[in-house]
């Protein structure tokens, strides 16, 4: 006899009550791996993106704005001359 015939012949003595609480259990076990799965195997599309969302960040060319106003370029060169770079 498999494991599948024994249980399901102790299946068969319960009554309903306890054969609810049989099938809540068991969508539990269901549920629960299915969550090990998941969680042991990243969604490959999801790790495709951030992989194309980070080598497009990558490729960015970060340029610093230019002064908008001859006090911004003033305290910009005062900070260079302490050595600072912004």
Known sequence: MTIRDTAIAKLQQL???????????IDFVIHKHQAEITDSQP?????????????AVDRLD?????????????????????????
């Open 15 to 25: 009554s309903e009550p306890l054969l609810q609480q049989v099938s809540d259990f």
């Open 43 to 55: 969604d490959e599309t999801l790790v495709g993106a951030w992989s194309k969302w980070f080598e």
């Open 62 to 86: 970060v340029t610093p704005p230019e002064p908008a106003s001859n006090y911004q370029q003033l305290l910009l060169n005062k900070y260079r001359q302490q050595g600072l770079e912004l």
